[in-house]
């Protein structure tokens, strides 16, 4: 019924009233504050009634006179066209409001088309730090997990909003925000900054007071490293630089050595924020473990160890010999050795204070470790006693060795020498083996009469009477080596002489002669050398009735010594034919040797050429001892006025005739016209000749 009534009016009042608010329209207000509900009536309107949760509010009649009732009384406005405002809203003013307009006939349309909803305003919130570690904001650790809360105690709030230096984080990757909490998985350093966070309600914000978070990585991976790597540094001269390097934020480094603070020290010199080291120069001191430490507000780290390879200089030099026995000359080698303590050390050799000299029996060795600290003498002379010093020597320093002396001892000269000497009607008896160090013990036996002492034995024996026939025997020792030898005294023996006839010389050429008196051979059982009484020599030329002793001069040549002679005839001619004497004597007695000389007239030959011929004549006695093999021999041949070829064409003829002694073989003139030559030429030093020419 009442809609029926109502059906005009009211539309026409629906459309007025929502005009201004519409139906169902919600209203926020701040508690406190003030709200206008503006609406408009009908003209025919008569009665406006305001109601709030069926309470009344107000009512106004058009005609004039508003009234306000209940707890809006004094804070409540009712205009003439139905807008009502309230004033100091208090929370239970929240609720629906309904306006009534009534027409004269009491015809009431109602409308609960108003929502007003009261709000506080909202208090600043506290942003709080809530971290998993025991920690602080101004010390967070890098990589843990922390949470803000934006704490607003219990007002309600629609949202929370983050700020980091006033920027919005919420939207990055490693930050969470769910309602008033605030996630960093993790946290990192560049989270550290300055945070806010705003609430906020429908008709209010507020900001936190700003929160510090510093963000600390912890110190890890510390490094030590120098830029020598291994090699060896040299106290006083080189520099090292020794590096620490670590991750972490706010990094201070320290050093120690052997575990102790590094002494301050002006060759210890940091830079870098003292993460680097730098020892100029490094000491011998320095011989230890380094290390850094890192550390920041968080934690510290000790880095690995580092020791320097430190070059040490050289000391305990020492000279050694591989033997101390006595070493002889000539015979023995001895090793010396060098040896010392240091780095990289090198030898050098000393010889009496002076650099030991090149010598082919010097030889320094030793290429490796270290270098030449052999020094070889192979084999030992007289001037190596000494002193010998080594030297070692490095970049630091050098040290010189003790001294050492080697026991040196030498041969004596040759063999023992047995020989005798008158003096008038004495005989001084002599055994002699000299220049031996030590001294050779030397032996005399003569007569059954034995003597020894160094060097020689002199025996003086009053006259030479009964001598002959008797042996001297003389012996010799020096560290081990023996030596003797034996005296026959007797008149002059030529070994081998057989007087016989030389023939073939030829005319032009030169003869020779010779006695040798020194006997064949040593005796290999005792080693001993049988020797001979010196003896003197004279020459001459014998005739059938009387003997004339050699004139020497252009033709005749006489050379002897104390055991040989020889006589040289040049140019001969047949003149020269004949029998020659050398008559030998020593203090026992004398002996002749003869020789028959036969002059040929030059074999060869029609073209009226004066060959030359020649006679090697040996000489008799000839005794194998200083000459070995030797055959005598010798030769002839024919001359042409061209030179025939022979294979010894660099010599000439006259050299190869000298000392020819015996012809082997007879040459062939296989022609007139072909120059004469003898086949093979052989002279008293063994050498032989082929095909060669007659001497011209
Ligand atoms: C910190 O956060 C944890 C987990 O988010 C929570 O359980 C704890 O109550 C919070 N503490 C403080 C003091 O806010
Ligand atoms: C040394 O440290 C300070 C403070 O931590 C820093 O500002 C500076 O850049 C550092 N210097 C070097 C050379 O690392
Ligand atoms: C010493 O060294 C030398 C040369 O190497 C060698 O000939 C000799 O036999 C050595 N002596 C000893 C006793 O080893
Ligand atoms: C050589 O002949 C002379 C005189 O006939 C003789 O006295 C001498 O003993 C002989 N010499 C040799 C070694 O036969």
């Given amino acids: 019924m009442d809609l029926y009534r109502c059906f005009l009016p009211c539309m026409l009042l629906l459309v007025v009233v929502s005009g201004a608010v519409s139906d169902g329209t919600v209203v926020n207000r701040i508690l406190g504050g003030s709200v206008l509900f503006n609406v408009s009536v009908p003209l025919q309107t008569f009665l406006i009634t305001w109601t709030s949760n069926s309470l009344q509010i107000a009512q106004t009649f058009t005609s004039g006179g508003s ?6 009384m004094g804070r409540c406005e009712l205009f003439s066209n139905g807008s009502l405002r309230l004033d100091a809203i208090r929370q239970s003013d929240q609720g629906e409001y309904t306006v009534t307009a009534q027409f004269q006939n009491f015809i009431v349309i109602e409308s609960k088309n108003l929502q007003l909803n009261v709000y506080p305003l909202l208090n600043a919130p506290v942003l709080k730090f809530n971290s998993t570690y025991n920690t602080t904001p101004d010390r967070l650790v890098g990589g843990s997990n922390v949470t ?57 914000t507020n900001t936190s007071t700003s929160l510090r978070l510093t ?79 890192a550390k ?39 090793s010396l050795h060098c040896s010392a303590q240091g780095s990289a050390v090198s030898f050098s050799w000393i010889l009496n204070g002076e650099p030991l000299p090149q010598s082919p029996h010097y030889h320094i060795t030793g290429d490796n470790s ?41 041969r004596p000269q040759g063999h023992i020498l047995c020989s005798a000497k008158n003096d ?107 020797q001979v009484l010196p003896a003197e020599f004279s020459w001459a030329r014998l005739s059938p009735n009387f003997t004339t002793p050699i004139q020497t001069g252009d033709k005749f040549t006489v050379n002897s010594t ?10 001969v001619t047949e003149d020269e034919n004949g029998e020659y004497e050398c008559r030998a004597e020593n203090l026992i007695g004398s002996t002749t040797f003869t020789f028959t000389l036969n002059v040929a007239a030059k074999p060869v030959s029609s073209s009226g050429l004066s060959g030359g011929a020649i006679a090697g004549i040996v000489i008799g ?45 007879m040459g062939k003139t296989n022609s007139t016209n072909e120059e004469p030559y003898y086949e093979s030429v052989i002279r008293t030093d063994g050498a032989i000749y082929s095909n060669v020419p007659l001497r011209q």
Wanted: hydrophobic share 30%.
């Fill in 67 to 72: 009234q306000c009732f209940n707890r809006f």
């Fill in 215 to 293: 963000v600390i990585v912890p110190v890890s991976e510390v490094t030590l490293t120098t830029n020598t790597s291994d090699s060896l540094v040299w106290p006083g001269k080189d520099s090292v630089s020794l590096r620490c390097s670590a991750r972490g934020t706010n990094v201070s480094f320290s050093w120690n050595l052997q575990g102790a603070p590094l002494p301050l020290n002006p060759r210890y010199n940091v830079t870098n924020n003292s993460s680097i080291l730098i020892i100029s120069p490094v000491s011998a001191k320095d011989n230890g473990s380094f290390t850094c430490t």
């Fill in 424 to 530: 008038n009607q004495s005989l001084q008896l002599i055994c002699s083996w000299p220049g031996g160090h030590p001294a050779a013990n030397v032996t005399m036996v003569y007569n059954n009469v034995t003597e020894i002492n160094y060097n020689q034995v002199i025996r003086n024996l009053s006259s030479i009477d009964n001598v002959q026939g008797s042996i001297l025997t003389c012996k010799g020792d020096q560290l081990g080596k023996i030596s003797s030898c034996t005296l026959t005294f007797e008149s002059p023996q030529s070994p081998g002489h057989d007087n016989s006839t030389i023939t073939r010389v030829i005319k032009g050429d030169y003869a020779v002669m010779t006695v040798d008196l020194r006997p064949g051979r040593q005796d290999r059982a005792t080693n001993s050398t049988p």
């Fill in 148 to 204: 803000l809360h934006c704490d607003a105690g219990s007002q309600t709030v629609l949202t929370y909003t983050f700020y980091r230096d006033q920027k919005t984080i919420c939207s990055e990757p490693h930050v969470t925000c769910r309602d008033s909490v605030l996630i960093f998985q993790p946290i990192t350093e560049t989270d550290s900054g300055t945070y806010t966070c705003t609430i906020q309600n429908s008709v209010s």
């Fill in 562 to 571: 104390n055991y040989t002679s020889s006589l040289q005839i040049s140019d």
């Fill in 621 to 665: 006695a000839l005794a194998g001892v200083t000459i070995i093999g030797i055959s005598v021999f010798f030769i002839v041949k024919k001359c042409a006025p061209k030179r025939p070829v022979y294979e010894n064409r660099d010599i000439p003829p006259q050299h190869i005739y000298e000392n020819a002694i015996k012809g082997v073989e």
């Fill in 370 to 410: 270290p270098p030449n600290s052999n020094l070889t003498i192979s084999p030992v002379s007289r001037n190596d006693n000494g002193p010998f010093t080594c030297r070692g020597s490095n970049l630091a320093n050098n040290e010189t060795s003790n001294t050492l002396s080697l026991d040196l001892a030498w």
């Fill in 296 to 334: 920041n507000s968080i934690n510290n780290i000790t880095s690995n160890e580092v020791k320097l390879n430190l070059a040490s200089p050289v000391s305990d030099v020492r000279l050694s010999s591989n033997t101390s026995a006595l070493l002889i000359e000539g015979e023995d080698s001895v």
